[in-house]
């Protein structure tokens, strides 16, 4: 048996020298996780005061300095190894049997949860550290009243650990209480979330083209913490286990190979963006990015070897010596590409110094012309997030169909066309010139907000992507570990998804998405930052794709309604768009009119004529798709009546349809029990038997 269930019941097959090193600690992965926290507490002490003076004239003491680079590194140390822990427990974990999606405490959540509280109480404990440091006070200084409170408003980075603290306590404690695959899922997907927030309020916020280097950092930051978290992981299990089995080993090489190319993709982005103005080599942050390539080239032959060594392997051993070697190599430059990271984090990069107009300080970059219908066409800018999203949604698709269509099976044509189409609005609305200017004209913004909550996921729902991905994808037995079809299903099947596709749930957010985020300032906080941005309009292709999955998808959503209900939802949701548009085009307030005067575009016009355009483009753009889902789901409902006729009657000629026979049958069943009474005599036996039929 080679499945790691398998090895943890039947211990008497390892050696007497690995079942020891279970109870003890491995001296070179305790090596490699202390040599990031030591790296950027050298880099402190040697680095001195030099990082703030060029910032400005408050400069912390030496232990408030040092305090907080320990913190960052036990965080960043802790995050990894929860972020890889989660990984290969959801994705590279090998089970069999009955129980292959429950994850086991010793095997699985254990490690999660364990770095998942330590990375808690470093974040929480950095919120206030964190705050003294960034204004350059010393920690002593938070004792002083009214002082805390100054520091928090500083900067965004106290509340940016303070989210991810939360977000941290709640995976360590949720790690610690669930078993079930979907859980822990969900929570590998909240622990790439998590290192992002101390991420993307700090360096690649600042700065011409800051839009760049905040997309490249969304991606390669979560990507980063599951390749040196996996191969942390990937060590502890080869000394202390379970040990891995085939299904596992070619799994985790795999995943780090995905991690590696997102890293280092992201990371040659991220160097153009923080260098573009600056002499090669000509500062302390290109020669740490040189040695930060110079570590990923130095893992890309490890990772490749793994990839050859398990793919397609029958040997068990030998595939777990190679791994055994590789990993024990990779530590290193691995914690290396960690502790420099948390080096590059304290020292100010060249973009800071870059001369900034207003309108680079908020989008990165300038807004030169009047947005016409030339600019609107050919004046692109890609929106590298959601560009990346389109394609490899779009690529994953395709290669679907194309697996069906080798097999011989068939796929529409329509839903093929149908997303496609979809993320090809998708990349229009945020990559040319309307997503370039949407932040800056509100009446644009609401074009793409249409476009990605209303045009976008009608598209895309209508593409069937479960259902493809379903019919292509292989299925595996329960004597084999599940894959990703078998994940799909569990997901589909999770109580908590059915909670969140509920259509009360779907509709109020479908609907409180306009009058949550226009009416209150959320709006002009998600105009000022990019992350925020990027937030808001994935949420509005999100909550797109669910209203219109339930009511027109092609997919059987995890909480399907009837027909009836589905005309329901989209009618009661007609008066509602209405009504914003209407509320929009007759306010005398402008909405987000801070930020829109501040900008001060030399081609604006009137900002409330502009909003008022923007609730027509509401009111005249929301009804539109509504009316056209109308027309499309009463189609739909009358061809599926018009299917279940067909069948009934094919049935009746086959003579295969028995409902007739059993309605007759219950109505003499019913007949015979209600002349029973009157033909009893009183007090007979027969009685009492009548009674228990009476009941059911």
């Not at 290109?286 to 397609?312: D, M, N, T, Y």
Request: hydrophobic share 55%.
């Amino acid at each position: 048996m080679t499945t790691e269930t398998a090895v943890a019941a039947a211990p008497a097959g390892e050696t007497p020298q690995r079942r020891a090193a279970r109870g003890r600690i491995d001296p070179l992965l305790a090596a490699a996780a202390l040599l990031p926290v030591a790296a950027v507490a050298v880099a402190v002490v040697l680095l001195g005061s030099a990082p703030y003076r060029v910032l400005g004239p408050n400069v912390p003491d030496l232990g408030t300095s040092l305090t907080t680079a320990v913190l960052q590194g036990i965080a960043g140390v802790a995050a990894a190894a929860c972020a890889g822990g989660l990984a290969y427990g959801v994705l590279a974990r090998q089970r069999a049997g009955e129980r292959r999606l429950v994850v086991d405490w010793f095997g699985d959540a254990r490690l999660a949860a364990v770095s998942a509280g330590v990375w808690a109480v470093a974040a929480a404990a950095l919120v206030a550290a964190d705050a003294a440091d960034a204004g350059g006070q010393s920690l002593s200084r938070l004792l002083v009243p009214g002082a805390p409170g100054y520091l928090f408003s500083y900067s965004y980075v106290p509340t940016a650990w303070l989210v991810t603290a939360l977000l941290a306590a709640a995976i360590a404690v949720t790690a610690f209480l669930a078993r079930t695959w979907q859980t822990h899922a969900a929570l590998l997907g909240v622990a790439l979330v998590a290192v992002l927030p101390p991420v993307v309020v700090t360096q690649v916020l600042v700065g011409p083209n800051h839009d760049f280097g905040s997309d490249a950092a969304i991606v390669g930051t979560p990507a980063a913490a599951v390749l040196l978290g996996l191969i942390g992981v990937a060590r502890l299990r080869t000394v202390a286990g379970p040990l891995p089995g085939l299904v596992s080993l070619r799994r985790t090489w795999v995943l780090l190979g995905l991690a590696w190319a997102a890293t280092t993709a992201t990371e040659v982005v991220i160097a153009l963006f923080e260098l573009w103005s600056s002499p090669f080599l000509g500062s302390a942050t290109a020669w740490l990015f040189l040695v930060r390539f110079v570590l990923l080239a130095a893992l890309a032959p490890l990772i490749a070897q793994g990839l050859r060594a398990s793919r397609g392997a029958t040997d068990l051993a030998a595939v777990r010596r190679t791994s055994a070697r590789l990993v024990r190599i990779a530590l290193l430059p691995a914690a290396l590409l960690l502790g420099v990271a948390l080096i590059m984090a304290r020292i100010p990069p060249p973009q800071y110094f870059v001369p900034t107009s207003v309108n680079q300080t908020y989008f990165g970059y300038d807004l030169e012309s009047a947005p016409t219908l030339a600019v609107m066409l050919f004046d692109w800018r890609p929106n590298l997030l959601f560009l990346l999203v389109s394609v490899v949604g779009a690529g994953l698709y395709v290669a679907g169909v194309v697996v069906l269509r080798r097999r011989g099976d068939a796929w529409p044509v329509g839903r093929t066309v149908a997303w496609v189409l979809g993320w090809t609005v998708v990349v229009l609305t945020t990559s040319s010139g309307l997503g370039r200017y949407s932040s800056a004209v509100f009446s644009l913004h609401m074009i793409l907000h249409m476009a990605l909550n209303m045009l976008g996921p009608l598209l895309l729902v209508l593409g069937g992507p479960i259902t493809l991905a379903l019919r292509a994808l292989p299925a595996h037995g329960r004597s084999a570990a599940a894959g990703v079809r078998e994940w799909i299903a569990a997901m589909l099947a999770w109580r908590v998804t059915h909670v969140l596709f509920n259509p009360l749930f779907v509709f109020i957010r479908f609907i409180g998405a306009y009058y949550v985020l226009y009416f209150t300032p959320i709006f002009d906080f998600a105009l000022r930052y990019h992350w925020a941005h990027q937030l808001m309009n994935a949420e509005f292709l999100v909550v797109g794709v669910m209203f219109y999955g339930l009511v027109i998808g092609v997919d059987a959503p995890p909480r399907p309604i009837p027909h009836i209900g589905k005309l329901g939802m989209v009618l009661a949701a007609m008066p509602f768009h209405a009504f914003f548009g209407v509320a929009v085009m007759t306010s005398k307030d402008v909405i987000a009119g801070d930020f829109y005067r501040y900008i001060s575009e030399p081609w604006a016009g009137n900002l409330l004529a502009d909003q008022a355009t923007g609730g027509g483009i509401a009111w005249g753009a929301g009804e539109l798709p509504l009316v056209i889902v109308i027309v499309a789901l009463v189609t739909q409902w009358a061809r599926q009546d018009g299917r279940v006729a067909a069948r009934t009657d094919r049935h009746l000629d086959q003579g295969t349809d028995d409902s007739f026979e059993a309605y007759n049958a219950m109505l003499a069943k019913l007949q015979s029990r209600d002349r029973e009474p009157a033909s009893a005599a009183p007090g007979a036996a027969a009685a009492p038997a009548a009674a228990p039929e009476r009941d059911a």
